[in-house]
């Protein structure tokens, strides 16, 4: 799949969020935090996510512009799956065609239900694999904690991640957020994301939207330190099936 194929798709799906009627999905309310959901049980759905990444506002030819296309099924209720297909054109060479970049297997599970818990608990294991074969695998686990009062979410996501060559080394990550429902549409709050391991930092803007089976979630992040990309956004797509 090329940019203009990606673009498209993104747009179709933008023309339908205003004709659909009203529908259960796996709704986003940020855009790197998860929270405690997973997809209904024998349920599809296809998300889109368009990433930049700024490295220095300075310098155009150090950023990045990120395309995935992420298949998603519930196996049951607390349990689903998904495949990540992934592509990225690098210093902002927009008018270039997309390069691949490789695929991720990711499974989600959730314990109990919502207010079982103090907080309630999701576990997120996934596997990447780059497109270059020479570089190790890697694998991932979040800790995803969450918790909703009245219209606020809170969620917080410690992550491990790991390539699983001998000679690696482990890294801790985290992302977080809160938002207010604003009404059963529209969802606004603030995200955090970054790395303890190297000491990376962003904090920024999300606002998340849903009309029946489609929702879309759109955040930014803008780096805290000297170590941390200058700005990062996200457009996040979704379709229930």
């Known amino acids: 799949m090329n940019k203009i194929e990606l673009i498209g798709l993104t747009a179709l799906i933008l023309v339908n969020l205003t004709t659909a009627k009203d529908a259960y999905s796996d709704r986003r309310s940020y855009v790197w935090t998860y929270e405690y959901m997973t997809m209904p049980k024998r349920m599809w759905e296809l998300e889109h996510y368009t990433t930049s990444e700024v490295v220095n506002i300075n310098k155009s030819n150090v950023n990045t512009l990120k395309q995935w296309l992420e298949l998603e099924y ?33 499974i989600r599970y959730r314990f109990g239900k919502k207010g079982d818990f103090f907080v309630d608990p999701l ?50 990550e985290y992302s977080a957020g809160i938002n207010y429902e604003l009404n059963p549409k529209f969802k606004l709050g603030i995200e955090a994301k970054g790395n303890y391991t190297s000491e990376k930092y962003a904090l920024g803007p999300v606002v998340s939207f849903a009309k029946g089976k489609y929702w879309a979630a759109l955040g930014s992040v803008f780096g805290l330190n000297k170590r941390t990309d200058d700005i990062q956004t996200r457009l996040i797509i979704g379709v229930l099936f």
């Open 74 to 106: 519930g196996i049951t209720d607390n349990w689903d799956v998904a495949l990540y297909q992934m592509w990225k054109i690098k210093n902002k060479r927009f008018d270039d065609d997309s390069e691949y970049d490789g695929f991720k297997l990711r």
């Open 123 to 172: 576990i997120y294991v996934e596997y990447i694999r780059d497109d270059d074969f020479h570089k190790p695998n890697v694998a991932e686990l979040k800790l995803i904690l969450a918790k909703d009062i009245e219209r606020f979410n809170i969620s917080y996501n410690q992550i491990f991640k790991r390539n699983l060559a001998s000679e690696g080394t482990p890294t801790h």
